[in-house]
């Protein structure tokens, strides 16, 4: 299973991050260069920042398109473990945006007359440009913004590899751009609808998910990769199971068919433990009540208290074997197999 994350050049949210390099084998991420329009406003900016005008005007003095830039290397570096494992792969478009006839016509509206500013503003409000600063070429950024994010949905879909966004704004944004200029009729394909069904569970069933390093990602992607495999033939099973089904419906199938399904299981295991926990309990009981076994015990004879003793532990082992035959009978029912992965990473992040 592969991915490509489209919503931004970095995978900002650490979360996000661990959940995806958990369920696929590579994740791309898609960096377009912006070094097609920042130089230019780079070498302006220099020579204008300083001006009387801008001097007393709230503009930062450095642009965000720049800081974007940084920011990317930073999380490239930040991620070396993944990148050096190829899990983590970027990909660099160093190339002009998407050149589609429509789109670019769009662009000179949207920055014509001094509709730049509001363009700006627009980018603020969809989260692409920091709402608490103002930057002078937040309408370039937010220009830039919408251009790779489209950019990158076009990529995934033309190259068949699984597009993945926890954005549902800027997700949104880039499929209209992408079926309004591109002329590509966009329809999710049942690998991407299921590779989707396992991001989403993931995101709702283990919300205690902390913050994890990189490496800490590797060794449990190799401590749980016969899980994941069983998890991945689940959803893709349920994916085949509709007919039709769209991304906005997705975490309603979770909620609605993989979250009962996963409460019925781990209601099973923990009556299970309680049986044979009980069971044991029993083993130390006289005659079922609840006075211990050990005031009859040392009123036994040295032959009789080694014999009580080897009945206790066989009587032990025998529950304890019958418990791990009932767990993986459970465990290895077809219906359960896939969801042991949610279970175990539920119970590693409580």
Not at 97 to 124: T, V, Y
Not at 318 to 347: P, T, V
Request: glycine letters at 4%; one cysteine or more.
């Amino acid at each position: 299973m592969e991915c490509l994350y489209y919503t931004d050049s970095i995978i900002s949210n650490k979360k996000t991050l661990a959940q995806l390099c958990f369920l696929f084998d590579k994740v791309r991420i898609f960096y377009l260069l912006p070094s097609y329009f920042l130089s230019p406003l780079e070498e302006r900016w220099e020579t204008e920042k300083d001006t009387p005008f801008f001097s007393k005007s709230p503009c930062e003095k450095q642009l965000f398109t720049r800081i974007h830039c940084e920011k990317h290397k930073e999380f490239i570096e930040e991620n070396r473990e993944l990148v050096n494992a190829d899990i983590l792969q970027p990909i660099l478009v160093q190339q002009t945006p998407p050149d589609w006839e429509s789109f670019e016509s769009n662009e000179k509206k949207l920055m014509k007359n001094g509709a730049g500013s509001a363009f700006g503003i627009w980018g603020q409000s969809i989260g692409i440009v920091p709402e608490d600063k103002i930057y002078v070429d937040a309408p370039w950024f937010s220009l830039y913004r919408l251009q790779s994010i489209s950019g990158a949905l076009h990529f995934a879909i033309t190259s068949g590899q699984t597009p993945i966004s926890d954005n549902p704004i800027l997700s949104g944004l880039a499929i209209n751009a992408v079926t309004s200029f591109s002329g590509l009729d966009y329809q999710p394909t049942q690998k991407e609808i299921a590779n989707n069904i396992a991001f989403k569970s993931l995101s709702l069933l283990v919300p205690s998910l902390p913050l994890l390093h990189p490496q800490e990602i590797l060794c449990l992607r190799d401590e749980l990769s016969d899980e994941l495999g069983y998890f991945r033939i689940e959803v893709d099973r349920l994916s085949h199971s509709f007919s039709e089904i769209d991304y906005q419906e997705i975490e309603n199938l979770v909620k609605n068919n993989i979250q009962p399904h996963l409460d019925d299981l781990k209601l099973k295991i923990a009556s299970l433990k309680g049986e044979t926990f009980r069971k044991i309990t029993r083993t130390f009981m006289v005659g079922g009540g609840a006075i211990p076994i050990l005031s009859h015990f040392i009123n036994l004879p040295t032959e009789g208290q080694v014999a009580a003793i080897a009945s206790f532990i066989g009587k032990i082992f025998i529950d304890i074997h019958e418990h791990n035959s009932k767990m993986k009978e459970i465990k290895n029912l077809n219906n359960n197999k896939g969801l042991i992965f949610l279970i175990k990473m539920q119970e590693r992040f409580k």
